[in-house]
């Protein structure tokens, strides 16, 4: 994550991330490597701060259902939904 963002949206990121990657999680494979690669690759390259968040089991379940090599497009896609929240 970028640290603007974690300065923007401080206590209530838990809030918006969950929310965000809830409906990330729902989108079909198709709809993910739809995902410029080379965009995500290089917001990845940039992140400073890496953060954990916990959620609900089914959403987890979701998550480590989609293959490895399009989790960099996910964590920019939730990145560039952050960036979106208006505080």
Known sequence: MPSEIVKKL???LLYYVKDIIKKIVNMSLQEIEQIDREEA????RKAKIRKTFYVDKETHDKWLKIPKSLKKRLHYLVNKKLQ???T
């Open 41 to 44: 690759e290089r917001f990845y």
């Open 84 to 86: 979106e929240v208006k």
């Open 10 to 12: 401080d206590k209530p």
